[in-house]
């Protein structure tokens, strides 16, 4: 029922910027922490950057200082403003959030299906 659905990606020059946007839906009592990840070919995926529901951002050090994560949380969204792209950020990015369904329930993990952000010359 918790669907997420990245959108922004595309195919962009070195030292160019992205601006990626991930919404949630569906019966959801709230959301805690969300994040971007991405999976270059052959390696495995990785943490770009997480942000909670307070505010609080950790990013991988390989996009600190270049990219940026933020919260909409009235409209359940996360975004990844990534600047001074670089030919080793191409790879396929990933929303992740940690979802309450319900009052008194746990808390479950969801992501949603990837899009490609390709950095080229």
């Known amino acids: 029922q918790v669907q997420l659905e990245e959108s922004g990606g595309g195919l962009v020059q070195p030292g160019g910027s992205l601006r990626l946007s991930c919404v949630a839906s569906g019966d959801m009592f709230s959301i805690t922490r969300m994040g971007w990840y991405r999976r270059a070919p052959g390696k495995q995926r990785e943490l770009v950057a997480t942000?909670?529901?307070?505010?609080?951002?950790n990013y991988a050090d390989a996009v600190k200082g270049r990219f940026t994560i933020s919260r909409d949380n009235a409209n359940d969204m996360v975004y990844l403003q990534m600047n001074s792209l670089k030919v080793e950020d191409t790879a396929v990015y990933y929303c992740?959030?940690?979802?309450?369904?319900?009052?008194?329930?746990?808390?479950?993990?969801?992501w949603g299906q990837g899009i490609q952000v390709t950095v080229s010359s």
């Open positions: 942000i909670t529901s307070g505010g609080n951002a």
């Open positions: 992740n959030a940690d979802v309450l369904r319900r009052a008194w329930s746990t808390i479950d993990d969801y």
